[in-house]
């Protein structure tokens, strides 16, 4: 008997550890740790909806990808978030008949002001458990790039490098929830 209440607890402790998450919030940096601003990512019956708002990166067009690993902002041009999140084995490009990766998302048009205010829809992905989920085990990236996606080039649309990173992991939303709850005032009883 002591053994069932020893697995049922590991269980129940197990399952506490990351709740099922279907909002993410994540803080979208460059090489020097700078933030541009925050994309939400929220799970909706197409996908995941992306509501993003970015400011002081370069006007123009800038492809955007889900990269297969979490990404680190101390290092140059962000190579530790891999390749493109392609759990499917497909092709490159949204343009491309044998695609398109699930990494693969819309070019992000950036104002002369340098200001990026869209919501974007990623039908490919997930929030939730599955073969296309973002919350992998080895973590998964948001990566924006100098140039936009052709949508065809292999592998990677011919977007330049990375100019920055955002890193989508269960346990960076589960501290955040954490520390913003430490930093709200308690209730004040008057006495």
Known sequence: MKKWIAIFSLFFITGCVYPDVKK???????????????????EVAEGVNMTIDLEGLPPGEHA??????RGSVSHQYFTSAGDHYNPEDKQHGLLNPEGAHAGDLPNLV???????????LAPSVTLSEGTTTLFTKQGTSLIIHEAGDDGMSQPAGDAGVRIACGVISKENQTMKEVTENETEAPDQKEE
């Open 110 to 120: 950036v104002g002369e002001d340098g200001v990026a205010s869209v919501e974007i």
């Open 64 to 69: 955007m990808h889900f990269h297969g690993k």
């Open 24 to 42: 993410i919030e994540i803080d979208m940096m460059n090489s020097d740790q700078d933030s541009y601003g925050t994309v939400l990512l929220q």
